[in-house]
């Protein structure tokens, strides 16, 4: 469903350094002036590696993180970047080696915690679901007001089927953050669990005070669906997927919208539509669960069908 993508790389990263930046190659030049005219240190380093993870030179990027630990060994957005480089570049046993001896090293409670997630992030992509959950509820305890991290917590929660959990630890992430966001989540954490009574209300709720209705259009369609009430869920898919199409830029288009519209096209059992939508969403990035779910059925059945 239609929702904000989130990058968890660049929570940690200065907004100031993200706004006011004139390219990574300007950047990366400018660093290296300063590192020969003020000598090296562990943060021009980090600076010089983030810069060159923007450019996907993960292997420059490893060696200045390494230099970086050299002169700062304690040092945790070091030790945390140069875990998933070293994953980017096929190093997994490297990746979890370098992150352990930061959390051995590191004992401040939100560094240690966005070590933590460094970690369960990788292991969420190793397929580690049980030991990913653990890492992020210890963040969690340690540092408690990260949006990002309870939207990971809800994601290994629905891979593992821990519908209740998941139900509860947005709650305590909304009571917590305040988010709209996690609002967001909790609802689709409520229909994937069945909980229709409960969330109808929040839904329509949304439906009077949304700018853009389509991702609560879809929501309230899965509750129709679910009720038998097919005509209503209809009309809120088709209204949904008209809306999209007028905001998807057919020259750029938002990812998170073409996953969206593939979802009312694939509930409509507009399959060909679905399908096309979701892989282009899937090539620009977009990655969540659900999709790759959908797409991997859409193969299964094509290659059932090429069977009879």
């Known amino acids: 469903m239609e929702r904000i993508s989130v990058c968890i790389l660049w929570t ?75 994953f980017r570049l096929g190093k997994p046993a490297e990746a979890m080696t370098v992150l352990g001896k930061g959390l051995t090293l590191i004992a401040t409670p939100r560094e240690h915690a966005t070590l933590l997630v460094a970690r369960a992030e990788i292991l969420l992509l190793k397929n580690e679901n ?27 929660h629905a891979r593992l089927g821990k519908t209740e959990a998941r139900i509860r630890g947005l709650e305590e992430g909304i009571e917590r953050t305040g988010s709209g966001l996690l609002e967001v989540e909790l609802a689709d954490a409520l229909i ?34 679910a009720a038998g009430q097919k005509e209503e869920a209809t009309a809120d898919l088709n209204e949904a997927v008209a809306e999209l199409s007028r905001r998807i ?24 539509l679905a399908r096309s939508d979701y892989e282009a969403a899937k090539s620009r990035g977009f990655d969540e669960d659900w999709l790759a779910d959908r797409l991997k059925l859409f193969k299964k059945e094509a290659e059932d069908a090429a069977k009879r």
């Open 130 to 156: 049980e030991k990913a959950l653990e890492d992020v509820e210890g963040a969690i305890t340690r540092h408690s007001t990260s949006l990002e991290w309870y939207l990971l917590r809800s994601r290994l």
């Open 249 to 272: 830029n057919s020259a750029a288009p938002e990812p998170s919208l073409l996953a969206t519209r593939g979802r009312a096209h694939d509930l409509l059992s507009k399959r060909d």
């Open 12 to 86: 940690m990263c200065s907004s100031a350094r993200l706004w006011c930046h004139e390219g990574p190659e300007h950047e990366i030049e400018e660093i290296t002036k300063r590192l020969k005219k003020e000598g090296e240190s562990a943060d021009s380093y980090l600076d010089r590696a983030m810069e060159y993870q923007l450019l996907s030179n993960h292997a420059e990027a490893a060696r200045d993180l390494e230099r970086a630990l050299e002169l700062e060994p304690n040092n945790a957005p070091a030790h945390r970047e140069l875990g998933r480089v070293y």
């Open 192 to 225: 994937d669990a069945g909980a229709y009574e409960r969330v109808i209300a929040r839904i329509e709720k949304k439906l009077e005070q949304a700018r853009w209705r389509s991702g609560w259009l879809i929501r309230r369609a899965r509750v129709h669906l």
